[in-house]
């Protein structure tokens, strides 16, 4: 019996629309499918404490996911490569397959691999991924990677609509006998202290899961999706980004549901392409990360190397505990603690007090991002955080400073997000709900709001946060000579 061993890693977790398992199942008459997990806190970036708990339950729901199928998940604790040899030693296996790894993390681990099963006499292939388009299919005419999203979102829709999704091998051929396996739980994944409960309540990792969130949000949010998208309480955006992110569902599936959803409802291309322009954003982070692995760490634009960036720990715990004294932001930072998610115009509001009024490195954020999101994503993380400190592609120009006051009136109106998690202020007027400090003595009184008691006072004032930043990015750009010319604008 001809067997393939088809190694998933933490971003295609999933049966249906999974390239590698499908060229498994088509080249051999057996198929082993393996998950390993190094020991430790995994070298180089490993998952945050709420991608783990993710992670524990993604693959106890695939593991179910196989076993439907008339398979297995063979999983393995140690270094990835040296095992996955080991398993295909064990189970006589002449080829392993896999998907195209598009982190510099996993890529490092493809490696690693390839070299081990070329001394072995093992073939290895590599097939399609979980993105729309492969990274390289994507250029600009010079023949050169994207780096303005607008231009690459043109050349997206220009080429022809992603592929169909395949269902993939059901019943899944099994091998005549099973590889040793070790336990979940051996992997440690789940926190020994409690603090899960919040992300419990609020998500049920796997492919159920995501079918469940796909289904729910073509019926009740893509229609309102287009006017609605910036309102973090009107719960009209999708909230698939960590299915996405653990690839239990394949952008290809939800970019084609989209597709049948509108011709079935007649649904115009003005209100749908709203959604789909955002899956092009998650392709356009891809992308710049495999064109340019170091700007996991560092800015895409490398003059900010020199930017005078402050390192300010207790600024830093505050906006980490959503004690910044700004309402809309400690809202975003309370969500993020209790849920591991938070709506993508109130990152981008927190990420900007962060580093243009508190000047503290985006890097900071970016590391506390990937601790506690649930959808914590190589390239969407460093895309955001760099478009957020005006040092990445396409980036914000580092004048323009949100005034989180503003931020917090246009987007939540009545308050009714920032009321949900700072209790302590929701008993303010509308008027004063998003800048407590302005109310008068008696209304705070009256609503129980003594500043910098049951609530900070702002942990720098607006108009002299901006004034802050902008002097810096001047005296940066003065020092940069004519290199700075064109710092800050859009790239
Ligand atoms: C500072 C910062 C950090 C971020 N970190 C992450 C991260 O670690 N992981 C992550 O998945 N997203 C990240 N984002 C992007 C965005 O906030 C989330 O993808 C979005 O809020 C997820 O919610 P949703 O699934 O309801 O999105 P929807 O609006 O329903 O969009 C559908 C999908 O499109 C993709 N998408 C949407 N918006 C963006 C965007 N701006 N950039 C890239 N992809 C997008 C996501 O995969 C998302 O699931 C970050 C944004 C900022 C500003």
Redo the contacts with the bound molecule.
């Keep these: 019996m001809t067997v393939a061993l088809v190694w998933l890693r933490d971003d295609d977790l999933r049966c249906a629309d999974n390239p590698a398992l499908a060229l498994g199942a088509s080249s051999a008459e057996a198929v082993v499918p393996v998950f390993a997990w190094p020991p430790g806190r995994a070298s180089g970036r490993a998952p945050g404490a709420a991608a783990r708990w993710w992670l524990h339950h993604s693959l106890a729901a695939l593991e179910a996911e196989l076993a439907e199928r008339g398979s297995r998940l063979v999983l393995r604790h140690g270094p990835v490569a040296a095992e996955l040899v080991a398993v295909a030693t064990a189970c006589r296996a002449r080829l392993v397959v896999w998907n195209r790894p598009h982190t510099p993390p996993a890529r490092r681990l493809r490696d690693d691999l390839v070299g081990r099963l070329a001394e072995c006499g093992i073939e290895g292939r590599e097939t399609g991924s979980g993105l729309l388009h492969d990274p390289d299919a994507l250029r600009t005419s010079a023949g050169g990677p994207w780096k303005v999203f607008t231009p690459f979102w043109k050349a997206l829709r220009r080429t022809l609509e992603p592929v169909e999704p395949v269902a993939g091998a059901d019943p899944l051929p099994a091998p005549a006998r099973w590889p040793a396996s070790c336990r979940l739980e051996e992997f440690a994944l789940l926190p020994r202290v409690r603090w899960d409960e919040g992300l419990e309540d609020c998500w049920t990792p796997g492919r159920s899961g995501a079918l469940a969130r796909l289904e729910r949000?073509l019926e009740h949010?893509l229609a309102r999706?287009r006017d609605e998208?910036d309102r973090p309480a009107a719960e009209a955006?999708?909230?698939?980004?960590?299915?996405?992110?653990f690839g239990e569902i394949g952008?290809r599936e939800?970019w084609h549901a989209v597709r049948r959803h509108q011709a079935r409802e007649g649904l115009a291309d003005e209100v749908v392409e709203p959604?789909l322009r955002?899956?092009?954003?998650?392709?356009?982070?891809a992308h710049l990360l495999y064109h340019f692995p170091h700007t996991i760490d560092e800015p895409l634009d490398r003059r900010f190397g020199s930017f005078p960036w402050r390192h300010d720990e207790a600024a830093l715990a505050a906006w980490s505990r959503g004690r910044t004294g700004y309402p809309i932001v400690d809202a975003g930072m309370r969500e993020l603690w209790r849920t591991g998610?938070?709506?993508?115009?109130v990152?981008?509001i927190?990420?900007s007090l962060l580093t243009r009024h508190l000047l503290i490195p985006?890097q900071a954020?970016?590391r506390w991002?990937?601790d506690t999101?649930v959808?914590?994503?190589?390239?969407?993380?460093?895309?955001?955080?760099q478009?957020?400190a005006g040092c990445g592609a396409d980036a914000a120009p580092y004048f323009r400073v949100f005034n989180p006051v503003l931020q917090g009136r246009r987007f939540d109106p009545d308050g009714a997000y920032v009321r949900r998690w700072v209790p302590e202020i929701a008993a303010l007027p509308d008027r004063f709900v998003h800048e407590p400090w302005a109310a008068p003595d008696e209304v705070r009184k009256k609503a129980k709001v003594v500043l910098g008691e049951t609530y900070p006072a702002p942990v720098i004032e607006h108009p002299a946060g901006r004034r802050r930043a902008l002097a810096a990015w001047e005296s940066w750009r003065a020092g940069l000579g004519d290199r700075g010319k064109v710092a800050g604008g859009a790239s």
Excluded: C, I, K
């Design positions: 949000f949010g999706y998208r955006v999708s909230r698939l980004s960590p299915h996405l992110r952008a939800v959604f955002q899956l092009a954003w998650r392709e356009f982070g998610w938070m709506h993508n115009r990152r981008m927190v990420a985006w954020g970016a991002f990937e999101l959808d914590a994503d190589p390239g969407n993380n460093t895309l955001g955080w478009w957020t």
